[in-house]
């Protein structure tokens, strides 16, 4: 919580020492008018769950919220009715989430981990440049709250209770899905691909897909289509491609020259986005073999479907979630060398992030 409160504080006062980068937005759009402390934690994408707390699901022009996942937007509405608003309950459902989270990724890492690597697992994961969006209105902190749920119950083989926070986890965002890709591979694994050995109640993991039939339900009943989240990715420029060919136009879509101009203010961030998803597809590699398979799998899967739609976009915001690399970082830090090293290129990039994030310039 300390943390937190210092990383909110940060974040006013940066943004405090620079002008909005659009200035003129719309007024509806602002979460908190009266209060610059809290505004700045509700940008871009939150928009989309704004109108989905507001108006539920509709399609009007090209994009829609229809692409939108329900579970944060009808938590944040819920919370609201108690705490005043629907950007005030995102807020404290974002931040309570990454709370409780916490414990379930605790228990995880000392499984694999001593004491003082369960803590660097921590510290890492809570500087990431792209962990601000566990406080923001955003759904980072549910879906880490869920998917480390689901895998703390995993692990401890009470697949009632993984099901249900992975049903929830694929209610949070579309990846979560890759819950129970994860599972089957990591289980049967486990099991020397003998089914005659899988316990009936892992069954109980058929529940994760359910969380997106629950969704599905809510299309159809809202505007008539159960899978319009899935037509409507088009209108952010994701298809379905192998990730190589994503990587490919992303190198080749960078302006090394890095000018000022506001058509190429992504450059920087391409090059972020595709040097850090280089990272996260080979250090899961690294915990074959000395944890559940599950875990790198998962990792993996978090960062393969979203480079299998063709956009680098948002591939650090991505990565966030994906705990288990979190892990070999940690033993990378027994190095004193090493831990300064993390510690110090998560934290500059952490507030360069944030503030950018506040001030309305693209962040993931």
Same mark, same amino acid.
């Given at each position: ?101 916490? /414990? ?15 803590? +660097? ?9 792209? $962990?601000? %969006? ?13 998917? $480390? ?79 319009? /989240? ?9 298809? /379905? ?10 190198? +080749? ?57 063709? $956009? ?27 831990? +300064? ?19 309305? %310039?693209?962040?993931?």
């Amino acid at each position: 919580m300390l943390w937190r409160g210092l990383l909110f504080a940060f974040n006013f006062a940066g943004g405090a020492m620079m002008n909005e980068h659009y200035p003129n937005y719309d007024k509806d759009y602002q979460a908190f008018h009266d209060n610059r402390f809290w505004d700045g934690w509700a940008r871009w994408d939150s928009g989309w769950y704004m109108r989905i707390a507001e108006r539920g699901y509709y399609i009007e022009g090209r994009q829609s919220n229809v692409a939108f996942f329900p579970l944060f937007p009808y938590a944040a509405k819920a919370v609201g009715k108690v705490v005043g608003s629907h950007w005030a309950g995102g807020l404290v459902v974002s931040n309570l989430s990454l709370l409780f989270s916490l /414990f379930f990724l605790l228990g995880i890492a000392r499984r694999y981990l001593d004491p003082d690597g369960s803590r +660097r697992f921590l510290i890492y994961l809570l500087i990431f440049p792209s $962990s601000f %969006f566990f406080s923001a209105y955003y759904t980072e902190g549910l879906f880490l709250l869920t998917t $480390s749920a689901s895998f703390y119950f995993y692990l401890s083989e009470k697949f009632l209770l993984c099901g249900v926070f992975g049903s929830l986890a694929a209610m949070t965002r579309s990846t979560g899905v890759a819950l129970f890709v994860a599972y089957l591979i990591g289980y049967l694994w486990k099991k020397r691909f003998s089914i005659a050995q899988m316990s009936p109640a892992f069954l109980w993991i058929l529940l994760i897909p359910c969380g997106v039939g629950v969704f599905m339900w809510i299309l159809w009943k809202d505007v008539g289509d159960p899978l319009a /989240f899935m037509k409507y990715q088009s209108a952010w420029g994701r298809g /379905f491609v192998f990730p190589l060919t994503t990587y490919i136009n992303a190198f +080749r879509e960078i302006n090394w020259s890095f000018p000022l101009d506001p058509p190429y203010f992504p450059n920087m961030h391409n090059l972020l986005n595709l040097i850090s998803s280089v990272f996260f597809l080979i250090l899961p590699f690294f915990l074959f073999g000395k944890c559940d398979a599950a875990l790198p799998v998962y990792s993996l899967l978090l960062v393969l479907i979203p480079l299998s739609s063709g $956009s680098m976009l948002s591939m650090v915001r991505f990565e966030v979630v994906a705990f288990p690399t979190f892990l070999v970082l940690a033993r990378m830090g027994e190095n004193r060398s090493v831990d +300064r090293f993390l510690v110090s290129l998560f934290a500059i990039f952490l507030g360069l992030y944030s503030i950018l994030f506040a001030k309305w %310039f693209w962040a993931g």
